[in-house]
């Protein structure tokens, strides 16, 4: 593919890794970034462009979309301001690659997806575990007949997010839109809902805000339509330690799976026996394969019409936890 320019909103730690990732596929150009972070666009400098050419700089994003002659944006801003920079960039005609969460409520994404709709261009939410193997392994299991009916589902996440993101604009309600739950908790909750084969139907939560002004720790049950319950705890109040990220589900066919960081152990039907899975296949970065939608060489595996489901369970469980635990139906 050739000639396609991309821009960035926002420059921080998140937005580095995507621009090495994207300088690495051919034909593909960073030509500006926005960010009113002189510091944040000197460090996405030194990180992606290695001394090299580097992109025009603007403050302010909407200068950017005026002046410059793009094909795509990807937005890695604070929650908050995601809806209105997705929406002037879908209107200056131009395809969206967006980190999670898409917005931070469901009216807000009704409005974005209007928005694409109307312009008639791509636009797509940076999940990447869409994309990986293993996940993708997973989700075949449950739709093999044999796996039966999703009985259980247990989801849980550990994170030093209380520590490590002290004193950062995520911390902070006006420009996160929530805490823990919406950031890294929004990829839990979307394999939830891209693994199922099901609608969730109602949803309790128990949240503490350990003192800051956004969820820290959430612990959440939920019941889907077909009558599968299930369980997602995002713990943020972790120690200093890496990531521990745990999936478990079993059917009624005699199966189940259960996924440990990043490893996969498989019973099959009656047999009892815990396999450790070979996975096929390889990962696939949201920014590859984002290139290959825009380019028409493949459907988009993240639309953001998907995000719906992860913002109705967000918004039930803040619900619920802001009323003691009591149950949320969802519509």
């Known amino acids: 593919m050739s000639g396609l320019r ?9 937005a580095r890794g995507h621009g090495q990732r994207l300088l690495a596929i051919d034909g593909v150009e960073i030509a500006a970034l926005a960010d009113p972070s002189g510091d944040s666009l000197a460090a996405f400098g030194e990180a992606v462009f290695n001394g090299g050419p580097r992109a025009k700089h603007y403050d302010d994003y909407r200068e950017m979309l005026e002046k410059e002659k793009l094909d795509a944006v990807l937005v890695c801003s604070p929650h908050t301001l995601h809806t209105e920079q997705i929406i002037d960039s879908l209107r200056a005609g131009l395809h969206v690659l967006a980190e999670k969460p898409l917005a931070c409520s469901e009216e807000e994404t009704h409005r974005i997806i209007g928005e694409a709709e109307k312009a008639g261009r791509q636009l797509m939410v940076s999940f990447q575990r869409r994309l990986k ?39 902070k309600l ?62 943020g109040s972790s120690p200093k330690c890496p990531m521990w990220e745990d999936m478990t589900i079993n059917g009624d066919g005699g199966s189940a799976f259960f996924y440990r960081r990043g490893k996969l152990w498989v019973v099959r039907g009656d047999s009892g026996k815990f396999e450790e899975e070979q996975i096929p296949g390889e990962d696939v970065s949201p920014d590859r394969h984002f290139v290959e939608v825009v ?31 009591k149950p949320v139906a969802l519509a």
């Open 174 to 235: 006006a420009l996160s839109g929530g805490g823990q739950l919406n950031d890294t908790g929004a990829h839990i909750i979307d394999m939830v809902m891209w693994m199922l084969d099901d609608e969730v139907a109602e949803v309790s939560a128990f949240i503490e805000n350990r003192g800051c002004e956004v969820d820290i720790d959430s612990a959440i049950s939920y019941r889907t339509k077909g009558g599968a319950v299930g369980t997602l705890t995002v713990m």
């Open 295 to 325: 380019a028409g060489r493949c459907e988009n595996e993240s639309p953001a019409r998907d995000f719906l489901r992860n913002i109705k369970f967000t918004e039930a469980a803040w619900q619920s936890a802001a009323n003691g635990g």
């Open 6 to 14: 991309f821009g960035f909103i926002g420059a921080g730690g998140i």
């Open 133 to 171: 193997a293993v996940q993708r392994h997973m989700r075949s299991i449950i739709r093999d007949p044999g796996f039966g009916k999703v009985l259980t589902v247990a989801s849980f996440v550990s994170q030093s997010w209380l520590t490590s993101q002290r004193g950062t604009w995520r911390q």
